[in-house]
């Protein structure tokens, strides 16, 4: 069992830079292939990336690839979230999410574990 906490969500303008981090309770977080998600007032969650449980492979959607970077540092039982150049479309909760296993996926069904979001709000 892991319990997730996101934190760094905030106002920014078009064109700036946040970093979410997302606390995962217990000693097992090494274990768990992470992800990020986000989902928009009116639309369904969505994928953002994903992390390996070693942080050696990350994959991404197309809509923040090159944009957003995402790492983890298991010392530190932490996942993050980069995001530079960010747009009005990035608005959203953004929302951590944990999986037993070693594949990395964008399905949402196959994370186990979710953390409650953080509101990211970008200004035009």
């Known amino acids: 069992q892991v319990q997730l906490v996101e934190s760094g969500g905030g106002l920014v303008q078009a064109g700036g830079s946040l970093r979410l981090s997302c606390a995962a309770s217990g000693r097992t977080f090494g274990s768990y292939t992470m992800g990020w998600f986000r989902q928009a007032p009116g639309k369904e969650r969505e994928f953002v990336g994903a992390i390996s449980w070693s942080g050696g492979s990350t994959m991404y959607a197309t809509s923040v690839k090159g944009r957003f970077t995402i790492s983890r540092d298991n010392a530190k039982n932490t996942l993050y979230l980069q995001m530079n150049s960010l747009k009005p479309e990035d608005t959203a909760v953004y929302r951590c999410?944990?999986?037993?296993?070693?594949?990395?996926?964008?399905?949402?069904?196959?994370?186990?574990?979710w953390g409650q979001g953080t509101q990211v709000t970008v200004s035009s």
């Open positions: 999410a944990a999986r037993l296993g070693v594949l990395m996926t964008s399905l949402l069904s196959q994370y186990d574990h």
